[in-house]
């Protein structure tokens, strides 16, 4: 799933859903289900929270789906967009992760060596692997952890042992010097 | 705060990010609504972003995560399906359903009327998608009842009625009966049930045959599941 050939696919069964198509919608979620939680899961680290944020995340897609267009980045990225937003709002209104110091080097360490690592078919993810490597690495893992873990700065002060205010300024400056890099 | 392109490029990396929060995120929400071009380095972030999102690994959500869309979607259909297989109930299924209902719960509680000294339990039994409760529900200690006032219920199909169930922590459901639609519906708990809903704190609806589940369990789909709170 989620290669480039699929997109075409998931488009047809995105504009089906968007004519309130049921057995598209069905096919979709067959389709993107299981990468959607994968996403939610490694996020929230919960499994009543990522399945919560899952069907939520179908519900607004059911709802939405006439809102998507090209502009948005890939179906499947959208989708993605959804259920993380969904996954980082339902994290913080019940506050529910664990957040003990060890296991946040644990994740540090797993995503240094994880997903970055792991080969890219497209061209645009590669583009952003190559300026993610080009980050500095508190940058790198500020950024990291923000997206996969949905870390608040305070949490991530705690993770990187520096202060808050440090940890502000290596998000946002490796954001702004991610995006002068993507541009290039 | 004024939109100047610089501001705008770096909140909506961290609104794409997460890392923006709280009422900087709701009045960046505002920004978006209000530009379009706001909402197009929006997209800009979440299409590159999104490549991260690729990069972890898929795992089937369990089968309950789709049952529990449909029963959100097309709580009809579902009913239906869930009757076919009246049977073999499906004990897991219930907190599905709960999520369902205590996604709106909290907005709910909010609006409700200050409670009287002696109510101890409250909630609502919702809809998703819905803004009026369907019920609202609150536990008196003092004359040891639950009352279930109905704000938008409707009548259960014909030939069917709602029988309320108080769901324990462990084990089966208990009946509190029948629920007529029209009228608030009140019940006196006894000890048992009281020490049940007290502990668990969860009642449900479930679709029956006129006057109520004939084997003591419930036989119909669960319609509605809510969690009530102490005040």
């Known amino acids: ?184 | 705060m004024k939109k100047t392109p610089e501001r705008i490029e770096l909140l909506a990396a961290e609104y794409v990010l997460g890392s923006l929060q709280g009422l900087a995120r709701r009045r960046f929400e505002r920004w978006m609504m209000e530009s379009a071009r706001v909402r197009e380095e929006v997209w800009f972030w979440e299409e590159k972003l999104g490549h991260l999102g690729n990069q972890v690994d898929d795992k089937a959500p369990p089968a309950s995560v789709w049952r529990g869309i449909e029963a959100r979607l097309w709580p009809a259909k579902a009913a239906n399906a869930a009757n076919d297989s009246a049977g073999n109930w499906l004990w897991p299924g219930w907190s599905l359903v709960a999520t369902a209902a205590a996604l709106v719960l909290a907005v709910i509680l909010v609006q409700q009327p200050v409670p009287t000294p002696d109510e101890r339990l409250s909630g609502a039994i919702v809809q998703a998608d819905a803004t009026d409760p369907l019920w609202l529900v609150s536990g008196s200690e003092l004359d040891r009842s639950l009352k279930l006032r109905p704000v938008a219920a409707t009548a259960a199909q014909a030939g069917k009625d709602y029988e309320l169930w108080i769901v324990p922590q462990d084990g089966q459901p208990v009946s509190l009966g029948v629920m007529p639609v029209g009228d608030t519906y009140q019940v006196t708990l006894d000890d048992n049930t009281r020490a049940l809903l007290a502990s668990s704190r969860t009642l449900a609806i479930s679709l029956e045959p006129v006057g109520g589940s004939p084997t003591g369990a419930p036989t119909g789909p669960i319609l509605h599941v809510a969690k009530l709170y102490e005040l």
């Open chain 1, 1 to 184: 799933m989620a290669s480039e050939t699929s997109q075409d696919e998931l488009m047809g069964l995105l504009l089906a859903v968007a004519r309130k198509d049921r057995q598209a919608f069905q096919r979709l979620y067959e389709q993107i289900s299981g990468r959607m939680y994968g996403l939610c899961l490694k996020l929230a680290k919960q499994q009543d929270l990522a399945e919560e944020a899952v069907q939520d995340a179908f519900v607004q897609i059911w709802h939405h789906a006439s809102e998507y267009h090209n502009e948005r980045g890939a179906p499947l990225s959208w989708m993605m967009t959804i259920a993380r937003y969904r996954t980082l709002d339902l994290m913080r209104s019940r506050k529910a992760r664990a957040t003990d110091g060890d296991e946040h080097l644990d994740k540090t360490e797993d995503h240094r060596e994880g997903p970055l690592d792991n080969s890219l078919r497209s061209a645009s993810a590669k583009a952003l692997t190559g300026c993610i490597e080009e980050l500095s690495d508190v940058q790198r893992d500020s950024i990291l952890l923000s997206y996969y873990r949905g870390f608040t700065h305070d949490e991530l002060a705690v993770a990187l042992s520096s202060p808050v205010g440090t940890v502000k300024s290596w998000v946002r400056r490796g954001l702004m010097a991610l995006k002068r890099c993507l541009e290039r």
